[in-house]
């Protein structure tokens, strides 16, 4: 775990850019005429697939995303692809059975990925573990990964102690997943510095949100920070990554000088800019910074669910009621950070809060999972008396929530049987049934 001075780049274009500013729409045949150029940059890998690439290929694009990993796998043969994995959420947005986890690892490294992202929406280690060894025993990379959050309870410490949980897993390197936007220079430098003096590869993802990214990248490669994120400048910034030729020219000329091509990167980005055309539907990133991200911790897409869902209570006036709230809900579920699925839980719990006038009179299913132990561990304890009012006097549960799911590939196989062509198949239908067998459905009748 030793890193060099040199700066290395993780290319999020081919999946976060394009989910951040384009609601993952991007098709796999735009991704491939480029490659021959992007090959040519030598960036430390491509993030190609996972996080919502899995779920939109077959919902909105028609595609099978294990074609997708295996068309990027033929004609990016030289460098090493990334994914985004979501711990026992593998790619979907509840806790699977550990062997549908198994088997997705097994098929991912089987076609081709080579790196995986491993994260757990409460940062809650035991939801990685098992994503952790199989990915190690397959002979994949496993990096750690601690989602960034601001609360009482996550200080330095809190990152150091939990780096270290992970390190002691084996982990090949660690990373840390600002995915609203909020880590500040000052953070970014005392957490990279200390992780590098614990002996960590460290990678650094942030998102361009609150306008702070390119300066927290700045003082993590000064901490020592041996690979960041970027993306193409025509698919960065806005809730995206930096722009990698911004940081390239940045570096230049410095001992972190990243030693790519800007010239190369700028025809990469020129492609890309016209293929951005073709999602303007899809293309509502904001133009400016989003500060409220600074404020209430809130992600952009966040306040934009808030404003659909008070447009359609007729209370949208009631939006900065729901701002206030949520660090309220937030603190009452012990301190999740804001990202999926438990952006989503206390997002919602809170614009019902307000509409209702009763905080908490009517709770959620996945609020009252949440309040069951259903997703992990909370940083912090949970506020008892709002438990009470969620669950009654439901004891929650105290082991790790996949111990408690029985397997599932069985079912999904049995369910499967009818349509499948490939073991691949089994997997995409334990992981979200309906939409594959409608998608495996119509690939047998174009046979």
């Known amino acids: 775990m030793t890193g060099t001075k040199k700066v290395m780049i993780c290319d999020t274009t081919m999946r976060d850019g394009h989910q951040s500013l384009l609601a993952t729409r991007m098709h796999t045949k735009h991704m491939l005429p480029i490659a021959e150029k992007v090959e040519k940059v030598g ?8 996080g919502a690439t899995f779920d939109s290929c077959m919902r909105f694009l028609g595609e099978d995303p294990w074609e997708r990993l295996r068309v990027m796998r033929k004609t990016y043969p030289n460098s090493k692809l990334q994914m985004l994995l979501r711990g026992q959420n593998v790619v979907g947005y509840r806790h699977y059975a550990d062997d549908v986890l198994e088997a ?27 994503a952790i060894e199989y990915v190690k025993r397959e002979g994949g990379h496993a ?31 660690i990373c ?18 200390g992780w590098k003096q614990m002996g960590a590869f460290v990678n650094l ?12 990248y700045l003082k993590a490669v000064e901490a020592g920070a041996d690979i960041i994120d970027c993306s193409v400048s025509s698919l960065s910034l806005q809730s995206s990554q930096p722009a990698t030729e911004s940081m390239v020219a940045a570096l230049r000329g410095t001992p972190y000088d990243t ?3 800007l010239e190369l990167i700028s025809e990469i980005a020129a492609y890309f800019r016209e293929v951005r055309k073709e999602y303007g ?8 910074p989003d500060t409220n991200v600074i404020t209430y911790q809130i992600p952009g897409g966040m306040i934009s669910n808030f404003i659909n869902q008070l447009k359609e209570q007729n209370a949208l006036d009631k939006l900065p009621q729901v701002l206030e709230e949520v660090p309220r809900v937030r603190e009452d579920f012990g301190y999740p950070p804001l990202v999926t699925p438990s952006s989503q839980i206390v997002g919602t719990q809170a614009v019902i809060n307000v509409l209702v006038g009763n ?60 349509f499948m062509t490939k073991e691949e198949d089994v997997v995409s239908v334990a992981l979200y049934p309906q939409v594959a067998l409608e998608c495996m459905k119509k690939r047998k009748e174009q046979q």
């Not at 690892?105 to 990685?128: E, P, Q, S, W």
């Not at 995915?179 to 510095?193: E, N, R, S, T």
């Not at 942030?206 to 927290?216: K, P």
């Open 43 to 50: 960036y430390y890998s491509l993030e190609t697939w996972g």
């Open 104 to 130: 997705f690892v097994k098929y991912t490294v089987h076609n081709g990925l080579d790196i995986f992202r491993i994260f757990d929406a409460l940062n809650d280690v035991r939801n990685m573990e098992k």
């Open 143 to 173: 990096q750690g990964t601690i989602v960034y959050t601001i609360s009482p309870v996550h200080d330095y410490d809190f990152y150091m102690g939990m780096a270290k949980e992970l390190m002691a897993l084996g982990v090949d390197s």
């Open 176 to 193: 840390l997943k600002d995915m609203a936007g909020i880590l500040a220079p000052q953070p970014a430098y005392d957490i990279i510095k």
């Open 205 to 216: 993802h942030s998102h361009y949100t609150s306008g702070m990214a390119s300066m927290s």
């Open 259 to 261: 030693g790519l091509d």
């Open 281 to 288: 539907e899809f293309d509502n990133a904001s133009c400016s």
């Open 359 to 418: 905080r908490y009179a009517i709770a959620t299913d996945e609020v009252k999972n949440y309040m069951r132990g259903y997703y992990g561990r909370p940083p912090a304890p949970v506020n008892e008396e709002v438990r009470k009012k969620i669950i009654g006097d439901e004891q929650p549960i105290e082991c790790r929530p996949a111990d408690m799911i029985e397997p599932e590939m069985a079912k999904a196989r049995e369910m499967a049987a009818p």
